[in-house]
């Protein structure tokens, strides 16, 4: 074959020199169905990149100003859906540190658990859409296995596999069933045996290594100034984890492991994912252990928690705890505080104010993704169009959340 | 002004104040059933026991629960006083969230509610029940008791309006109280005893004296219900207004409710005002909301030998047709005391500046009896308003009838629906050559106009009226008109520019922006 | 923990330091908008706050300040911001009024682009210095900041055409059908007409007292609706 030199040395085919502008998404299987950017290329080379959110918003914020605190819950649901459980979670302990309230140690435990079978579903999404955008099919249907039996177990507790509803201010909407620690015994040794088949699959695999190593990187100065949190500020060698920097739901109990990448590119930000997903199993070996068979799971406080329905059938009490929480709600003292869970993405916060009535005066979440994705723009900037499929599969952007 | 300690809050008081009517004209809460600002001191409910510190406490010998020894031991607490009733002294301290006595609080809520039947879901008092609001805040636990609950009558008939419910009732006596103290009718009384206590009618008799809906207005509980308003609708899902009574010239100040999303107006409540109505309204008035629901004009109508409705717009063409055809001198105007201010004061300015006439009479709207409480024998609610809006000149309707038999006039402007006189009294008014009525309502004025405009009710605008006192008293809009209707001034503006004619100020002088909402009284 | 960050900020800012409260653990500080970037920036650069780890901008929006007897600025802005080495972090606070620009706090943390963007979509907040203050999460063509108090939720927006589509075609928008309870008609609360709901629900909400006493209504009339011409006796 002749060197393609040639052709360059007669100088007789110019590339045009001028910038090319070029639109991808909303609409582009690889923008995650609602992202738009903009590009200014330079041959395959990203010039300039205007990274444009907010085609899934659907006003959550708003929303929740006009029902009860406990309305907010379907809203959180659909906020990360590919862990709604955390979401659940985490505006559950914003309003009971609002109100002042701490569950007991079972749910606390009950928690821990299904948060962590969410975080791992989180991951696991990511990681496996990443790999199937890049063309490796057989290890992301591998891995959406996994991710269904873990919503097998979430239906079997919850009812729902993605949108659960299932968090409560002042505890869960019921306790563990008898199953639970079987489901998750059983399914922990089988996720840890896929990984080991997708890890063999992928990373051996000399194009995937290309396509993601070196690619997208974000410096730890870059990662903080831009507030980037979780998975993706751990890869650039920050052990930023909520869960271990203020422990919530008794995390400091638990022995595990905070992974860290030490360049901050696409392919430390997969990995840090897989390992947290090794560590999230390590969690939940350790939590159904401990979960205890029965003993409340609710705070007993009338003044939050609904009566069990057979006394709001038959005594008056039971029905006026339930009127009163149903249709005028859970009312939190007066006051505004701000308090953060580590979802999928990194932190995720809930800043809430009220005005003492039962309606909520600001739910603000802090959307961990949104935020993530501003690093898009600095990371993609010289590298070549076909990285944007990695590197904006590695923020794992959510639309529910980012845009909310 | 002395000042008493509670809950470590400085209370100033007036001599001869209990605690708890300090308390409530600082805003603050002691809960409380039986009492009310506007009724006698019954205590009997025992919800608003306090303790109040003193030097030598009277102490009560009782059992406490020793943990450490898993038994009752003997201990004492201090005796608690009913806040309603003990006389503020300065300089006390009183404790409404002491310990005692929130467990007071908590055991006589769990007592009220001993016998209550679970009724919340098809109570009209759910949603401002105070059995509902003290169990959160005072009690929050199961009670005791197991066994069957005590049945008495529930859904009995007490009279025309009232319908009473036996089991639901909490024995507080307000409802007593308030046919005895206000209306002065001893109607209501108790009979029996302990659980088997309950509230009846006197023998022979019906509660149905003019005020019986204050007995369902101070129920703290869903014992008493309006059949006006029984099942109707909820209460969380109403909104409420403020506005002022139309039935008489007292001008009791109220709450109306209604429901945006309906655009419907449900109950009308009595607001306190103590230099009117103080708490209580009559019933009449009370039921006067339906007047904004019922028999609505809500097209114009043209009668030319048959009735034919016709857009507002067409209406409006035909009135100043007709009323162009005759000259100002020949025409007359009716003020109405059923209408604002605003709408008045629009008329007048249009009499004399578009028609040019300065023939006033006054449409008033009669029939219903007086008492020295609170009903006024002028059933309109602005007859003062509307006769200071002709500058204190303003014949009456037998005048305008007079006057149209001798022919000085022949053709009229009238505003509103309402009239003593009965629409075959009104009859020579037919044969004139303008007969323009601008109404909300289906009246004896607008059966005998051969022109209706609609207007827009009270309650659809802003606006303001003089009660018999002489006081102007501000009201808000409660609900929107129906499509395409204006309020009098507005239509009256439009009006006059299909005469060709456009007032000088199309706003009303009073323009119908109201500042913060509170109820101004200006004393002529 | 963080309170010693409160006690750094008012030593080394004093009077500057408008107000400090720590609620459940949350340790919070006012300051003028004058001086929203220079505290900001100590918050960064000293090396007791030493809060390299922007978290999050957001904002309050609180109509009612401005009817107050001393008239606030309505909207609360917020910063929220972490120290990776010390652990600690502090909520930062300013008010903005309508129409007033607060300078951007972009040139600190490169976080506040987005963070501030938001602020300005969702509440009309303009910043000063932002190098790039366009919508974010809603469309150019939005009318109105949804996030204020008074938008009412069940608005719609004016239908935006598409490109070489007949506007005919496009499905209207129906008013939303929620449910209204438990929400604050703000729009008539702040133009004066304060409707109330019924009085148990309103003590919830706490737009009265729980016993509504005389002396609410006779509040003395506002100075500028004038009477009426005082009306003659009737005879």
């Known amino acids: 074959m002749e060197p393609i030199q040639e052709y360059e040395d007669e100088n ?48 959550f914020e708003k929303s929740c100003e006009r029902g009860t605190w406990s309305q907010v819950y379907p809203y959180t649901d659909r906020l990360n859906y590919c862990s709604p459980m955390l979401n659940n979670v985490g505006f559950s302990l914003a309003v009971e540190k609002l109100i002042g309230i701490e569950v007991p140690e079972r749910c606390q435990i009950y928690r821990v658990i299904l948060g962590e079978l969410a975080r791992v579903t989180d991951h696991l999404t990511c990681a496996g859409a990443m790999a199937m955008e890049l063309g490796a099919f057989t290890p992301f249907l591998w891995i959406i296995k996994v991710r269904d039996w873990i919503w097998d177990i979430l239906e079997i507790e919850t009812g729902a596999r993605m949108t659960h509803s299932f968090g409560r201010i002042g505890g869960m909407a019921k306790p563990p069933t008898e199953k639970l620690k079987e489901l998750v015994r059983n399914v922990l040794p089988e996720i840890d045996k896929v990984l080991g088949e997708v890890n063999v699959t992928l990373l051996r695999n000399r194009i995937f290594m290309d396509r993601l190593q070196g690619v997208g990187v974000l410096s730890k100065e870059d990662a903080l100034s831009l507030g980037v949190t979780g998975p993706m500020l751990r890869a650039t060698g920050v ?121 909520p005066y600001r739910v603000r979440c802090r959307p961990p993704c949104f935020i993530n994705l501003q690093s898009a723009g600095p990371m993609l900037v010289g590298d070549q169009v076909a990285d944007i499929v990695p590197v904006f599969g590695s923020v794992n952007m959510i639309g529910g959340e980012c845009d909310r | 002004m002395p000042t008493f300690k509670l809950d470590g809050r400085e209370v100033p008081f007036e001599p001869g104040d209990t605690i708890m009517k300090a308390a409530w004209r600082q805003g603050i809460e002691i809960p409380h059933y039986c009492w009310h600002p506007g009724l006698s001191i019954a205590a009997n409910c025992r919800m608003c026991l306090v303790e109040i510190k003193a030097e030598r406490p009277m102490l009560m010998p009782t059992l406490k629960w020793d943990e450490s020894k898993q038994d009752y031991v003997p201990s004492d607490k201090p005796k ?62 199961l009670k005791r008791k197991h066994t069957e609950p005590v049945h008495k009558p529930k859904a009995v008939r007490f009279g025309p309006t009232i319908v009473y419910d036996g089991e639901r009732c909490i024995m507080c006596t307000r409802c007593i109280r308030v046919c005895d103290e206000v209306v002065g009718d001893h109607v209501l009384d108790m009979r029996e005893r302990g659980n088997k206590n ?68 449900f109950r009308i409540r009595p607001r306190d005002n103590a230099e009117v109505n103080k708490f209580w ?165 607008t059966e005998v106009a051969t022109t209706v405009v609609p207007v827009a009710s009270f309650a659809e605008m802003e606006g303001s009226f003089v009660n018999a006192k002489g006081m102007a008293q501000r009201f808000e809009r409660v609900i929107d008109a129906p499509e395409g209707v204006k309020p009098a001034w507005q239509t009256l503006a439009d009006l006059a520019k299909a005469m060709g004619k456009p007032l000088s100020h ?14 101004e009284e200006a004393r002529s | 923990m963080s309170k010693k960050v ?83 972090r502090i909520r930062l606070k300013t008010r903005v009024g309508e129409g007033e620009e607060l300078d951007t706090l972009f040139g600190v943390w490169s976080g506040a682009n987005w963070t501030e963007r938001e602020v300005y979509d969702m509440f009309g907040v303009r910043f000063r210095g932002h190098p790039d203050l366009r919508r974010i999460l809603l469309y150019e063509e939005f009318v109105g900041h949804p996030l204020r108090k008074d938008y009412p939720i069940n608005k719609t927006q004016p239908l935006v055409a598409y490109r070489d589509v007949p506007a005919a075609k496009l499905a209207p928008f129906g008013d939303d059908e929620g449910n209204p309870f438990g929400r604050i008609d ?27 006493s005389a002396s609410e209504d006779l509040a003395p009339p506002p100075p500028t609706a004038a009477a009426p011409t005082a009306p003659a006796a009737k005879d």
């Not at chain 2, 139309?246 to 209604?258: A, E, I, K, L, P």
């Not at chain 2, 009238?414 to 323009?436: C, F, I, N, Q, Y």
């Not at chain 3, 929006?61 to 008239?71: C, G, I, L, V």
């Open chain 3, 6 to 88: 409160l006690d750094r900020l008012v030593g080394h800012f004093h009077e500057r330091i408008l107000e400090t409260e720590s609620f459940r653990g949350d340790d919070e500080a006012r300051v003028a908008p004058a001086d929203w970037v220079a505290v900001a920036r100590f918050l960064r650069d000293d090396a007791e706050c030493a809060m390299n780890q922007f978290i999050d901008i957001t904002a309050v929006d609180y109509p009612e300040r401005e009817q107050d007897a001393k008239p606030q600025p309505r909207f609360d802005v917020l910063l929220i911001v972490r120290s990776l080495v010390k652990k600690h």
């Open chain 2, 281 to 445: 309204m009559c019933d009449d008035g009370m039921l006067t909301y339906h007047r904004v629901h019922e028999n609505r004009v809500t097209q114009g109508i043209i009668r030319n030998g048959q009735a034919k409705n016709v857009t507002r717009a067409e209406a409006l063409g035909a009135a100043a047709a007709a009323l162009g055809k005759v000259s100002g001198a020949n025409l007359a105007v009716v003020l109405s005391a059923q209408h604002s201010n605003e709408d008045n004061q629009a008329l007048v300015r249009f009499a004399k500046e578009v028609l040019g006439s300065e023939r006033f009479h006054i449409a008033l709207l009669g029939g219903w009896e007086g008492d020295n409480i609170l009903r006024h024998t002028d059933n309109n609610p602005n007859c003062a308003g509307a006769l200071a809006a002709a500058g204190g000149k303003a014949s009456s309707m037998p005048d305008l009838l007079k006057d149209v038999a001798s022919g000085a006039v022949q053709g009229v402007l009238a505003l509103g629906w309402a009239s003593t006189e009965d629409a075959a009294t009104l009859a020579p008014l037919r044969a004139l050559k303008a007969m323009v009525s601008l109404s909300s309502n289906v009246g004896a004025l």
């Open chain 3, 186 to 212: 703000w729009l008539a609360r702040m133009s004066g007409r304060n409707l109330q709901v019924s009085p148990a629900i309103a003590v919830q909400q706490g737009q009265r007292p729980a016993l509504s």
């Open chain 2, 80 to 141: 608690l006083t009913p806040s309603c009733q003990a006389s503020a002294v300065p300089g006390q301290e009183v404790f409404s969230q002491s310990p005692e006595a929130k467990n007071a609080q908590a055991h006589v809520q769990e007592f009220l509610l001993l016998n209550h039947p679970v009724d919340c879901p098809i109570c009209d008092q759910a949603g401002e029940c105070k059995l509902q609001d003290y169990w959160q805040t005072s009690q929050g636990t």
């Open chain 2, 506 to 519: 199309a706003q009303p002088t009073h323009a119908p922006a109201l500042q913060g909402g509170a109820v």
């Open chain 2, 198 to 265: 309950e509230i009846t009618v006197s023998p022979g008799r019906e509660l149905n004296h003019k005020y019986t809906l204050m007995t369902e207005h101070v129920c703290p509980v869903g014992a008493l219900t309006s059949r006006d308003f029984r099942f109707k609708a909820r209460v969380w899902f109403l909104r409420s207004a403020k506005s002022v009574c139309t039935g008489c010239s007292t001008g009791c100040n109220d709450h109306m409710d209604f429901d945006p999303r309906k655009n419907q107006i």
């Open chain 1, 239 to 359: 052990d930023y984890d909520v869960r271990k920097a203020t422990p919530y739901s008794g995390y400091e109990t638990y022995d595990f492991e905070v992974p860290i990448g030490h360049v901050g590119d696409t392919y430390d930000r997969f990995m840090v994912r897989l390992e947290e997903v090794n560590q999230s199993c390590r969690i939940l070996g350790q939590a159904i252990e401990r979960l205890p068979d029965s003993g409340p799971i609710n705070v007993d406080d009338p003044r939050v928690i609904l009566p069990p329905k057979d006394e709001v059938y038959t005594t008056i009490e039971g029905t006026i705890a339930h009127f009163k929480l149903v249709m005028e709600g859970v009312k939190p003292p007066k006051g505004a505080i701000y308090s953060y869970t580590e979802g999928g993405n990194g932190e995720l916060g809930f800043y809430i104010v009220s005005d003492g009535s039962g309606t």
């Open chain 1, 12 to 59: 007789s085919l110019e590339l045009p020199s001028e910038p090319m502008h070029l639109h991808m998404g909303p609409s582009h299987p690889a923008m995650h169905g609602t992202i738009r950017m903009v590009l200014e290329l330079d041959g395959e080379i990203i010039r300039k990149v205007d990274v444009q959110p907010g085609y899934l918003h659907r006003g």
